[in-house]
């Protein structure tokens, strides 16, 4: 089906003139008045015929060009992008490996180190062969099979300056120059999809994130040599692809977090040049990812650019923007409880200087079951509603377990689940559980292979203890969830069971296993023979035998398990595909390791060749391909109930008993939330049918912060009012959370702290933003303030603010990170009685996870 679309494409603006321009797609979608765009003279030419917008995947594949705020193909067709960025293929980002922490070795943050290392330990060459190793095994052709799949109908694709550019002979072509990104562009063009070239890490850094390359450099920005070699790169890439329909555009610089707005807006003017002196056809990708983003640049024509488009990054939910779920994304996507924030403010900048955008990362499945296919969904449909383009972050994260589990950052992952049931002492002494209930693992269904044909694996039961060992296995099963056909030999136990089962030893005394064990009843049935591992002392061993298991069917283990009553003792089972071995631990760690500062070439080689998708047990999340390859729209974000109103809360010392009044439009229920600070860290305690909760889990003298949102079988609506049941005023002597602010300007966002001690920090500062707590001073005098503090910026200051009065001003060093804490001591007088204390940034970019305010 095709519409037509009026609106921005009914006029067009000539070069050094402007003109106001109304959008009905966008007054529909928004509700926007039609008003804004430049003043002044205004050249107005009509543009025959109105564009037209066939189904996304349905238009036709040409080059892309700038129409009022719509990307528009050759054929004056809009053109609905939504695709996916290819990271940690040219452009490294180390922790894409294995979701974690230094997955190459202590001291390897970035791809600059990792080159370093690998060159320091075996020569250029070396490190050259190594590192083309990686890119020839992390993306693919198949690859491209596997995206074309999804639907998906542009991709991103990040690259560092040095890919093209001799870093020994600066403004030279390497000898590959083009291998990749020509490759890139061919195997995309095969499939009709469209292709941005994204210089992601720039020579010197355009700031000081891992993602530039090279962690804690920001050196474009002070170096006139290094801003002409940019500008001579981009002229080459200009010269290189002019003419080219599958490059969608030039994306000028990824996240320059190192400067300011302005200093970036003119830098990118002259990128613009550079690239026009050579290419007058491709859509040049503005960077405005700065807190004034598109205003910084005003109307681009006002500087003699055409043909251009925004690329911010939105991650709802991520970065501070809110935390992993529903509300964030419903409130992103709806414009928020008013109508006038999320995508609606964005759009209205846009549609203002008439541009437009792609929103070159996004993530909007990670940890969301199955919600985050209808979310995705939802995003990508939105953002086409809107003309935007998008892609999300990212094609392929591997993770140490592997498994899909409720989504990684990744549409593609590892497979994984290789523990499938697990208990130990720790946690439930004297365990004694079925397999579906065991106290720390619950073993539920799994598919252990997602390839075609059969494979085998092994079932490994593991059993160790510090101080000596007793546990019980029986029944143990493994059955295949479409027949229910077992596939575990001699998982009865019983006389004669042994041949079935091989051990292998890891460490510790010896042990003993008796499979005619007379285990009796437990678990809730006797069911004869079991197997009983007793050992005197310390000892970890393992039992193991082999299991054919199908391509893409699931499987499920059952059975059970008793603790005899021994210490410091684990029972684990896994599934997994490497038969194991006498010595080495079985971990469930789905991927290889690999240390780059000790481990030899063939291990690194092995490493890097893992990722190969045609190598790597792989699964890809279902959820989100289903829904984007759907004939049917997301149901999510449809049908959203009002709001409850009039929360009211009866407080005793057992109980609080909530009640209000009923939310308008179709409800099913209400959810309870329920938390300890009264803004962030709120859990679902009850769904009810009626307008009244009894909360009989309090605790007498806490406070609690209650809110209420109605439901129904497709949506929550907003939150009520949120009310406590008890002092909201902190008397000090106390130490108090970041999160537990009383009011907070609107930019000033939440996020998971990697702290000690773990909870939440705050942070996303700008000069100007504050935050308030309500605090109860008894007496009037000197106290001390100590702040837990992390920057990765470091020499930025916020003020200490009561009743207007400045009470000291803290200076923020540089942390190491922004999850590195210091703590930072400050004297400050403070007046009696009940008041605001604020927290007012000077500067920005730095993030709070308590203060204390103590005696002297």
């Known amino acids: 089906m095709k519409n037509t679309v009026f609106g921005p494409n009914q006029l067009r603006r000539t070069k050094n003139h402007s003109v106001a321009a109304s959008s009905i797609v966008l007054a529909a979608v928004l509700g926007l008045s039609a008003c804004g765009g430049s003043s002044g003279p205004e050249t107005v030419t009509p543009v025959p015929p109105a564009v037209e917008s066939p189904d996304a995947g349905a238009e036709d594949f040409s080059m892309l060009k700038a129409d009022g705020t719509m990307w528009v193909n050759q054929a004056e067709q809009k053109v609905s992008l939504r695709g996916i960025n290819i990271g940690n293929w040219l452009s490294m980002e ?98 009709d999809i469209y292709v941005v070239l994204d210089l992601h890490g720039a020579v010197g850094g355009q700031g000081e994130e891992q993602h530039t390359g090279c962690e804690g450099q920001n050196l474009l920005w002070e170096s006139d040599e290094y801003r002409e070699r940019t500008k001579w790169l981009w002229g080459e890439i200009a010269k290189h692809y ?60 006002d500087y003699g650019m055409e043909n251009v488009a925004f690329e911010p990054h939105f991650y709802p939910g991520l970065f501070g923007a809110g935390e992993i779920g529903y509300s964030v994304h419903r409130d992103w996507l709806t414009c928020g409880e008013n109508g006038d924030s999320g995508v609606c403010d964005w759009a209205n900048r846009a549609r203002k200087v008439y541009t437009p955008m792609l929103v070159g990362e996004m993530q909007p499945w990670n940890g969301l079951g199955a919600m985050g296919g209808e979310i995705t969904r939802a995003t990508f449909d939105t953002y086409n509603d809107l003309n935007w383009a998008g892609t999300a972050w990212s094609y392929k994260v591997a993770t140490a377990s592997g498994g899909l589990g409720n989504g990684t950052w990744g549409y593609v992952t590892n497979n994984g689940n290789q523990l ?39 079932l490994v039961l593991k059993t160790g203890g510090f101080n000596g060992v007793d546990v019980v296995y029986d029944s143990i099963q493994l059955q295949k969830d479409s027949d229910g056909s077992n596939l575990v030999v001699n998982g009865e136990f019983g006389a004669g069971s042994e041949s079935s089962w091989t051990e292998v030893s890891l460490w510790g005394d010896p042990r003993e296993y008796d499979l005619d064990y007379a285990a009796g009843e437990f678990a809730g049935s006797d069911t004869g023979a079991a197997l009983h591992v007793t050992s005197p002392a310390g000892s970890h061993a393992m039992l193991y035998q082999a299991v054919e298991v199908e391509g893409g069917e699931s499987y499920t283990l059952s059975g059970k398990f008793k603790d005899l009553g021994s210490s410091d003792t684990w029972a684990e089972i896994y599934l997994v595909p490497d038969m194991p071995q006498e010595w080495v631990d079985v971990t469930g760690r789905a991927i290889p390791s ?32 289903d829904s984007l390859t759907s004939d049917e729209p ?101 130490k108090i959370e970041a999160e537990s602010y009383s009011a907070a300007h609107p930019g000033v966002q939440t996020e998971t702290a990697g702290d000690e001690g773990g909870g939440f920090n705050i942070g996303s500062f700008e000069t100007g933003y504050w935050v308030d707590y309500d605090i109860n001073v008894p007496s009037a005098g000197s106290y001390i303030m100590d702040f837990r503090l992390a920057s990765q910026v470091g020499s930025v200051q916020f003020e200490v603010i009561i009743e207007d009065q400045v009470v000291t001003t803290v200076t923020v060093p540089n942390t190491d990170g922004w999850q590195s804490y210091q703590t930072l001591s400050y004297d400050v007088e403070l007046p009696e009685g009940r008041s605001t204390l604020r927290l007012r940034s000077i500067d920005n970019q730095w993030n709070l996870n308590w203060f204390e305010v103590k005696n002297p």
């Not at 329909?245 to 830098?267: I, M």
């Not at 063939?602 to 792989?618: P, Q, T, V």
């Not at 009640?659 to 769904?687: C, H, M, Q, T």
Request: proline content about 4%; charged content about 25%.
């Open 420 to 458: 499938v049931t697990k208990a130990q002492t720790w946690g439930c002494p004297g365990w004694e559980a079925t397999f579906a209930n065991a106290c720390d693992v619950p073993a539920t269904s799994t598919t252990p292979y997602e390839g075609e044909g059969t494979k085998t694996m092994y």
């Open 94 to 191: 180390l922790w894409m490996f294995d979701n974690g922490e230094n997955p190459l070795g202590e001291e390897i943050p970035d791809q600059c180190s990792l080159e370093n290392k690998l060159t320091e330990r075996f020569g250029e060459s070396e490190k050259d062969r190594l590192i083309k190793l990686h890119r020839d095994s992390w993306f693919t052709e198949a690859d491209w099979d596997v995206i074309a799949e999804a639907g998906f109908n542009i991709v991103r694709i990040p690259f560092p300056y040095s890919v093209i550019e001799n870093d020994d002979q600066p403004m030279t072509l390497n000898p590959d120059a083009w291998e990749y990104l020509d490759w890139a562009v061919a195997e995309a063009k095969k499939r």
């Open 242 to 301: 002019k003419g080219e329909s599958a490059v969608a555009g030039y994306g000028l610089l990824n996240e320059p977090w190192g400067t300011d707005s302005a200093t970036l807006r003119d830098f990118l003017v002259e990128l613009y040049d550079e690239v026009r002196a050579y290419d007058e056809e491709h859509v040049v990708i503005l960077a405005a990812h700065n807190s004034d983003g598109i205003s910084a640049y005003g109307d681009p024509l």
């Open 594 to 625: 690999v240390n780059v500062n000790s481990s030899s070439v063939e291990e690194i080689e092995n490493y890097f060749s893992f990722f190969a998708i045609n190598e790597m047990d792989y699964v890809v999340n279902n959820w989100v391909k």
């Open 634 to 734: 997301a149901t999510i974000f449809t049908n959203i109930p009002g709001k409850a109103s009039n929360l009211l809360l009866d407080v005793t010392d057992t109980n609080v008993t909530l009640s209000w009044d009923s939310a308008e439009g179709e409800v099913v229920g209400y959810n309870v939330y329920r938390s300890l600070a009264p803004r962030s860290g709120f859990e679902k305690i009850a769904s009810v049918e009626a307008n009244r909760y009894s909360d009989d889990t309090v605790t007498s003298g806490t406070t609690y912060y209650y809110y209420v949102a109605a439901y129904n079988d497709t949506d929550e609506g907003y939150a009520s009012d949120i009310v406590a049941s008890g002092e909201t005023f902190y008397t000090v002597p106390s």
